[in-house]
């Protein structure tokens, strides 16, 4: 069983910049994927992934929306998972939740499917201003 506890949520103002943090309980070597999804009241149960790390060693996958603006990373598997999020807009306001699989989790625009991971952090919100 793997835990994620993700920090680093807040409030900024549009333009503004804010960095999460998730870290594992255990080892996550079995894991294939990890990264991050948010959800929005308006979503309902779907989560948007937004940027996510495989241990296939290909680089990470991000959401077309993030893309230019959000950095994934992770410098190994025993520290924290970390958003950068720059230039952010009101838009990107949501619960922002690391989530982790060990299942297979595909190439392309598949590791950007939330259904397909079993290992969820109980989220953190982020709220951008216009």
């Known amino acids: 069983q793997v835990r994620l506890v993700e920090t680093g949520g807040g409030s900024v103002p549009a333009g503004g910049s804010?960095?999460?943090?998730?870290?594992?309980?255990t080892n996550i070597y079995s894991i294939s994927?990890?990264?991050?999804?948010?959800?929005?009241?308006a979503s309902?149960?779907?989560?948007?992934?937004?940027a996510i790390i495989s241990a296939n060693g290909r680089s990470p996958y991000y959401a077309d929306s993030v893309k230019g603006r959000f950095t994934?990373?992770?410098?190994?598997?025993?520290?924290?998972?970390?958003?950068?999020?720059?230039s952010l807009?009101?838009?990107d306001t949501a619960m922002y939740y690391c989530a982790a699989t060990d299942s297979y989790c595909g190439d392309g625009y598949?590791?950007?499917?939330?259904y397909i991971?079993?290992?969820?952090?109980?989220?953190t919100q982020v709220t951008v201003s216009s």
């Not at 804010?18 to 309980?25: G, N, W």
């Not at 994927?33 to 009241?41: A, E, K, V, Y």
């Not at 991971?117 to 109980?122: A, P």
Request: glycine letters at 12%.
């Open 89 to 91: 807009k009101p838009e």
């Open 110 to 114: 598949g590791p950007l499917r939330y």
């Open 18 to 25: 804010l960095r999460l943090s998730c870290a594992a309980s």
């Open 72 to 86: 994934i990373s992770q410098d190994n598997a025993k520290n924290p998972l970390d958003l950068q999020m720059n």
């Open 33 to 41: 994927c990890m990264g991050w999804f948010r959800q929005t009241p």
């Open 117 to 123: 991971y079993n290992y969820w952090g109980q989220g």
């Open 44 to 50: 309902g149960k779907e989560r948007e992934g937004v």
